[in-house]
């Protein structure tokens, strides 16, 4: 009798936080899709800290939205590079996602991105042509 009250209330417990995560969902499908590509970026690239934010507009206006601060300008931004995180970058990214090195007008920068949203940035972001 125990082992069935037991079952009851996981079943119970299993149930009701399935319903809590399908509303969830719903409620951000409802929303519409999100802004931007979320991402990491460190500015310079190779120095400075990763910063969070997403990497909004097409190519003719990019720019950077950091999760704290104003919106950064990326003017003539081009990517040169794709590679994996290493193991110390790893620790600080997250280490199934893919670094983009551009360079710009100003300076280079780094931007971190999951691999699933790899393809829609380089969409927007034009490659150095050789």
């Not at 996981?10 to 969830?24: D, E, H, N, P, Y």
């Not at 996602?97 to 393809?119: F, H, K, N, T």
């Amino acid at each position: 009798m125990k082992e069935f009250a037991f079952l009851a209330i996981l079943a119970t417990a299993a149930g009701g936080i399935g319903w809590l995560l399908r509303r969830k969902h719903l409620e951000r499908l409802a929303a519409g899709p999100v802004g931007g590509i979320p991402c990491m970026v460190r500015q310079p690239a190779g120095t400075g800290r990763w910063r969070a934010g997403q990497v909004c507009g097409d190519a003719g206006d990019l720019r950077w939205e950091p999760a704290r601060g104003g919106v950064v300008p990326l003017p003539g931004l081009v990517y040169t590079e794709v590679r994996a995180p290493s193991v110390r970058e790893g620790m600080t990214i997250n280490p199934g996602s893919r670094i983009v090195r551009c360079d710009g007008e100003m300076e280079s920068i780094e931007i971190a991105v999951m691999a699933l949203d790899l393809a829609e940035l380089l969409k927007i972001l034009p490659q150095k042509s050789s």
